[in-house]
Nanobody, 128 residues
Framework: QVQLAESGGGSVQAGGSLRLSCVTS????????MGWFRQAPGKEREGVAA???????TYADSVKGRFTVSEVNYNHTLYLQMNALKAEDTAMYYC??????????????????????WGQGSQVTVSS
């Protein structure tokens, strides 16, 4: 059973930083894509940052230069370093993994429909 467990969320003032972690288990990694998504109240889930099967990252325009996605290969833990946080970054953040042999590249990595497995989410609240 695939399990994704996010941690690292919390409350921070604007300009601050947080680092989210996503520990994965229950599946055999085989060229999967991995990503971070977020959903604010009343809004649709949107892609934040993701890594394709070759390890290349893609970012939403709203977070470029502020957020960094990374993966530890040996255990496929996914991280999201968030700097210079803004009030509009407030949302529930979700980790997601695609099916195996992921061929998704570029902006398509930010489409939630391309991911199969999801964590429960970690709340990030940024006060201005």
């Amino acid at each position: 059973q695939v399990q994704l467990a996010e941690s690292g969320g919390g409350s921070v003032q604007a300009g601050g930083s947080l680092r989210l972690s996503c520990v994965t288990s229950g599946f055999t990694y085989n060229s999967n894509c991995m990503g971070w998504f977020r959903q604010a109240p009343g809004k649709e889930r949107e892609g934040v940052a993701a890594i394709d099967a070759s390890g290349s990252g893609t970012y939403a325009d709203s977070v470029k230069g502020r957020f960094t996605v990374s993966e530890v290969n040996y255990n496929h833990t996914l991280y999201l370093q968030m700097n210079a946080l803004k009030a509009e970054d407030t949302a529930m953040y979700y980790c997601a993994v695609s099916a195996r042999f992921c061929h998704i590249r570029g902006v398509f990595l930010l489409d939630p429909r391309n991911f199969n497995y999801w964590g429960q989410g970690s709340q990030v609240t940024v006060s201005s």
